[in-house]
Structure formats: structure tokens, C-alpha cells
């Protein structure tokens, strides 16, 4: 039998805006957040095998088992195309590297997820519409449909499936300093949820426009100086968490024009115009905290 293989890069991304703007009967929390994707990528290397999943993966804190998401993907794209994939092979074969932080607020995981489904429908004769393989990826989680959309940047609203693609940020060298621990995103949110009664405003339904006209029909967004960025995720994390701010203000005491905690966090990034900045201030932070990376946004293909 033929063997089918792809390598294929899953990107990280960062939020530059995330409002809670209520919570379902199912306790799923409902966003407004954008997403943008940046330039640090995971790897995965996929190869048809007679049956069943082969998974392999390399990095700190990752599991190797039917637990990580790359594995549930897969079972899942197997489970859903049984009968439908133009392909001699049943099974896969998944190696996993990770340069992207777990439990980081980078959607890691959920880009790794992402990208296995991508790859896999192709290796199989393409057996799922996009429409599909949307609704098998918010089975696996509510950042998974953001990443496997051609869009490098959206406004997402819903538990994060309903997208609205953006034009992407541009005009910036990206700082991503993670402290080198890792958040559980259940954790945030379910503290968030027995806080949010206390402050009102963190439920506010903000559909408000954050970075200018979205819709212009330029090629790239630039953050202005009157731009606010929010992360209503933030409180609930620098709580627990207080260096967190003080990286915040690190950043934009070195030259960041805006500095936010993404997702749930605890990795803070710093949005620089001026690259010379960013070269230093990523110098100093590599020092202290060894998963420091500068980056670009991935812009339109």
C-alpha cells in the first residue's frame, strides 16, 4: 500500500481583545474576542498507515496519549469520514513537535487540533466540506474553528465559532513572554464565572469595532494610540498570578505601544513599532524567561 504524508505548521495566535458577554445554560462562556495569528508554529508530520493512530509527539508538558488534542482530532476526522475517504489507508501516523507553550492562552492545542483535521482531509480525498470539518473542530474547542479558517485574523463571537474575518494587524514586531508557568483555561473561566456577579462590567456586550473601520477593505489593521485593548480574562489571572502585570508594564516601559495578557493567559504580549525596541526588550526578557519569542503577525496568503 501507498503511504500519504504531510508536514504541515500550526500557528499560535493572540487575543488583542476578549469580552465575557454572557454565559449559556451549558455553561459555555460567550466572547467577543480578536484573534490574530502569529508567526510561532507547531509541526506535524502526518503519514497514511494501514489502521488505527500513531501518535508521537516531542515537547515539555505535552501528552503523548489519546489526551492530547492532535490524537482526539484524529479519531475524530476517522470516526466521522468511516466510509466516505478516497484512500486505501485507514489509519494515521502523528508526530507532533511543540514550540508553541502549553496552557500558554497562545491556542496551541487548538491550532494542533486545527491542523490535523486540515491535513488529514486532504490525505483522505478531502471527505468533509469546510462547513464540516467546522463543526467537528468546536467538538474539540471553542478556539479550533479561528484556526482552521484561511483568515489570519477575525472577530469571533458565540463560545468563539462565529467568525468575522478581519484584515490582519500589521505595522508590528510581536513580543510573546511567557513567565514559564502554565493556566489552566477551566480554572480561569470557572473563577471568572463565581466573580463576574461582583462586576457587571465585565458582562457588558461589546460589539464595538477595536480596531477602527474592520470592514475598509485595507489590507492590514494598525492599532491606534486611542486603541483600547481589553482582556476581561486578565483579573481572574493576575490575581493569582501578579508578575503577570508587572510583565505588562515591563513591556511597555521598553517601547511596546500596547502590552495585554492573551486568552487566559499567563503569556503577555507587547505590540512594538519600532523593531530595534523589541530586539532589546526580547534580549532582556530571554534572560529571565526562557519561552520569549519575536514574531510576526501572519498576514493574508
Not at 462547513?131 to 471553542?142: I, N
Request: neutral net charge.
Amino acid at each position: 500500500m501507498r503511504q500519504e504524508g504531510a508536514i504541515v505548521r500550526a500557528p499560535a495566535k493572540i487575543n488583542l481583545f476578549l469580552r465575557v458577554t454572557g454565559r449559556r445554560p451549558d455553561g459555555y462562556h460567550l466572547l467577543t474576542t480578536w484573534m490574530q495569528k502569529v508567526a510561532l508554529y507547531d509541526i506535524i508530520e502526518l503519514t497514511t498507515c494501514p489502521e488505527g493512530i500513531v501518535f508521537r509527539c516531542s515537547g515539555e508538558g505535552v501528552p503523548g496519549d489519546c489526551n492530547n488534542l492532535v490524537y482526539r482530532a484524529a479519531d475524530l476526522f476517522l470516526q466521522a469520514t468511516r466510509g466516505r475517504r478516497d484512500a486505501p489507508a485507514s489509519g494515521v501516523a502523528i508526530q507532533l513537535t511543540k514550540h508553541i507553550p502549553v496552557a500558554a492562552g497562545l491556542g496551541g492545542g487548538s491550532s494542533d487540533a486545527a491542523a490535523t483535521l486540515l491535513a488529514m482531509n486532504g490525505l483522505f480525498g478531502r471527505p468533509l466540506t469546510p462547513e464540516e470539518l467546522a463543526g467537528l473542530g468546536v467538538r474539540l474547542g471553542a478556539d479550533v474553528p479561528f484556526f482552521l479558517a484561511e483568515a489570519p485574523a477575525a472577530l469571533a463571537t458565540g463560545i468563539g465559532e462565529i467568525l468575522r474575518p478581519t484584515p490582519p494587524l500589521q505595522g508590528y514586531s510581536i513580543l510573546l513572554v511567557n513567565p514559564g508557568f502554565p493556566v489552566s483555561t477551566r480554572w480561569v473561566y470557572q473563577t471568572f464565572a463565581l466573580t463576574e456577579k461582583k462586576d457587571a462590567g465585565n458582562l457588558t456586550n461589546s460589539q464595538e469595532c477595536v480596531a477602527g473601520d474592520m470592514d475598509s477593505g485595507n489590507p492590514g489593521v494598525m492599532i491606534g494610540p486611542d486603541t483600547v485593548l481589553i482582556n476581561d480574562l486578565e483579573t481572574v489571572t493576575v490575581a493569582r498570578y501578579p508578575l503577570i502585570a508587572r510583565l505588562k508594564d515591563e513591556l511597555l516601559w521598553s517601547g511596546a505601544a500596547k502590552a495585554l495578557m492573551s486568552g487566559s493567559g499567563p503569556t503577555v504580549f507587547g505590540l512594538f513599532a519600532d523593531h530595534g525596541k523589541a530586539e532589546a526588550c526580547r534580549a532582556a526578557c530571554r534572560l529571565r524567561f526562557a519561552s520569549t519569542y519575536l514574531v510576526a503577525p501572519v498576514e493574508a496568503a
